[in-house]
């Protein structure tokens, strides 16, 4: 059973920095494309950041190109999203997502994370 758990969010003051993991299981990592969605309070989802199968393709969002990177250690499951100076409206609930193939520009979503709550306030 596919199953994917973010962690490593929180409280941070603007300007801070947070690195979220996304462990996965129950499928061949390495196999399937990756994604960060977002979504704040009482707006739409917001698709992030995305990442090929091997790590060698990304692509983020304007609205946070330059402070988030997206990476992934196919060696231990695991995706991360390491994001910099934070801003208040990057408060948000932030998804792990899984692909249905390796890219994820050719792919659609299959599978989401219960989500990491991410506050940006002082």
């Known amino acids: 059973q596919e199953k994917l758990v973010e962690s490593g969010g929180g409280l941070v003051q603007p300007g801070g920095s947070l690195r979220l993991s996304c462990t996965a299981s129950g499928f061949t990592f390495r196999a399937y494309a990756m994604s960060w969605v977002r979504q704040a309070q009482g707006k739409g989802l917001e698709w992030v950041s995305g990442?090929?199968?091997?790590?060698?393709?990304?692509t983020s969002a304007d609205s946070v190109k330059g402070r988030f990177t997206i990476s992934r250690d196919n060696t231990k499951n695991t995706l991360f999203l390491e994001m910099n100076s934070l801003k208040p409206e990057d408060t948000a609930v932030y998804y792990c997502?899984?692909?249905?193939?390796?890219?994820?520009?050719?792919?659609?979503?299959?599978?989401w994370g219960q989500g990491a709550q991410v506050t940006v306030s002082s």
């Open positions: 997502v899984k692909y249905s193939g390796t890219y994820y520009k050719t792919s659609l979503t299959d599978y």
């Open positions: 990442i090929n199968n091997s790590g060698e393709s990304t």
